[in-house]
């Protein structure tokens, strides 16, 4: 299977000071979603695995999450998408139902008006709503979640 994009499920739990491109935000605890996309060699997993690396150089806006120690990884969707850009399709389906941080991760995509989302919602029922618009999005030939919140990964399809 092409895995070439990807939603980050992170829980944040203590401030986290993210740097923006010419300034920061301080993000407050709760549960986000980074998009992400590669069609680079492995694909959205081998991204997944860099940014869940805590021996990595700082070289993405979500690794000054993903490096703090207030930040866990819960869970992540893999998806296989045949849409021209990704990213783009799925920023602008997360914006219509969630808070987001402009800008964030999405400087080089004007259209895109963020790739972090804000879910006020509980983990359970934001994943929920998540999987939702992403089976919806025509251009998803596939998408699974991989639940990283316990001791063992559980695929969700």
Same mark, same amino acid.
């Given at each position: 299977?092409?895995?070439?994009?990807? =939603?980050?499920?992170?829980? =944040?739990?203590?401030?986290?000071?993210?740097?923006?491109? $010419?300034?920061?935000?301080?993000?407050?605890?709760?549960? %986000?979603?980074?998009?992400?996309?590669?069609?680079? #060699?492995?694909?959205?997993?081998? $991204?997944?695995? $860099?940014?869940?690396?805590?021996?990595?150089?700082?070289?993405?806006?979500?690794?000054?999450?993903?490096?703090? #120690?207030?930040?866990? @990884?819960?869970?992540? %969707?893999?998806?296989?998408?045949?849409?021209?850009?990704?990213?783009?399709?799925?920023?602008?389906?997360?914006?219509? @139902?969630?808070?987001?941080? #402009?800008?964030?991760?999405?400087?080089?995509? #004007?259209?895109?008006?963020?790739?972090?989302?804000?879910?006020?919602?509980?983990?359970?029922?934001?994943?929920?709503?998540?999987?939702?618009?992403?089976?919806?999005?025509?251009?998803?030939?596939?998408?699974?979640?991989?639940?990283?919140?316990?001791?063992?990964? $559980?695929?969700?399809?």
């Amino acid at each position: 299977m092409d895995w070439n994009c990807y =939603v980050l499920v992170l829980e =944040v739990m203590c401030d986290i000071e993210a740097k923006l491109a $010419r300034s920061s935000v301080i993000l407050k605890p709760g549960v %986000y979603l980074y998009i992400g996309s590669s069609r680079g #060699p492995g694909g959205a997993l081998a $991204r997944i695995i $860099r940014h869940v690396s805590s021996s990595k150089k700082a070289w993405w806006h979500v690794d000054s999450l993903t490096l703090s #120690p207030c930040c866990a @990884l819960k869970g992540f %969707y893999l998806l296989n998408s045949a849409c021209k850009d990704c990213e783009l399709e799925v920023s602008q389906r997360l914006a219509r @139902l969630f808070s987001y941080v #402009p800008g964030f991760g999405s400087a080089d995509k #004007p259209q895109s008006p963020s790739h972090l989302f804000i879910c006020s919602e509980d983990y359970e029922n934001c994943t929920c709503k998540v999987y939702s618009i992403l089976e919806r999005i025509e251009c998803v030939v596939d998408v699974i979640y991989v639940d990283a919140g316990g001791d063992n990964l $559980r695929i969700i399809k």
